[in-house]
């Protein structure tokens, strides 16, 4: 079974630009999550998707946003790139996230660098 | 607000060694508790997880308990490997919100 996976696995950008990640969940999942590992600032939540809602966000400004698509993949973005930006960003998929017990699978992850 | 803390921050022990990692969190109002393992510069691999209902879970040479009242969990390793250096991070499900919240993780190493 594929696990979940994002794409691009580094991405170089300039402060102002706007950054694109994708996830796509594990075959079954409806779940994907956002989260931010930033250098010092560990891993903080950014977006809940299930079913193509949003159904919760992070502590964030609201130049990060998603959506996600009827097959379940998501896409991130991030506006308006700052130099704190510059993170690992991880994504997560669960089957049925409303479903408290289930665990949350990790993709590899898109590095995101802002210069 | 919920917080994660998990000591110590780095480990260094000899191959065969058997280890205990803390994580220890404020609010005793959890669902579950879910450890993690993170190779340099790459993604997470779920460990264990166990539900609030839960004393422990085990998975080969890894036995992880979970204490709510106290707001501890302990991850123990079994006669460890180099093959196990990475960081472990441990993090709870507070509510229905989905997010986790994340310890900074304990960075440990065995040498041979």
């Known amino acids: 079974e594929a696990g979940v996976t994002q794409s691009p696995t580094h991405l170089i950008k300039t402060r102002g630009q706007q950054a694109t990640l994708r996830c796509s969940p594990i075959s079954g999942h409806t779940s994907v999550y956002w989260y931010q590992q930033a250098l010092g600032l560990g891993l903080q939540f950014l977006l809940w998707?299930?079913?193509?809602?949003?159904?919760n966000r992070g502590n964030f400004p609201p130049r990060f946003s998603g959506r996600q698509f009827p097959n379940y993949s998501s896409e991130l973005n991030v506006n308006a790139l700052e130099l704190e930006d510059s993170a690992l960003y991880l994504c997560a998929s669960s089957r049925r996230g409303q479903l408290v017990q289930e665990t949350q699978y990790f993709g590899p992850g898109t590095r995101l660098l802002v210069l | 607000k919920q917080e994660v803390t998990q000591i110590p921050a780095a480990l260094s022990v000899p191959e065969g060694e058997n280890l205990v990692l803390n994580c220890s969190f404020t609010?005793?109002?959890?669902?579950?508790l879910q450890w993690f393992r993170q190779d340099p510069g790459k993604g997470l691999t779920s460990l264990l997880l166990i539900q609030s209902s839960q004393r422990e879970q085990t998975s080969g040479r890894l036995n992880a308990s979970l204490d709510k009242s106290s707001g501890r969990s302990t991850l123990y390793i079994a006669a460890s490997q180099p093959g196990d250096s990475a960081t472990y991070l441990c993090?709870?499900?507070?509510?229905?919100?989905?997010?986790?919240?994340f310890g900074q993780g304990t960075e440990l190493s065995v040498k041979p």
């Open positions: 609010d005793s109002a959890i669902y579950n």
């Open positions: 998707y299930d079913e193509g809602e949003e159904r």
């Open positions: 993090a709870v499900r507070p509510d229905q919100g989905g997010k986790l919240i």
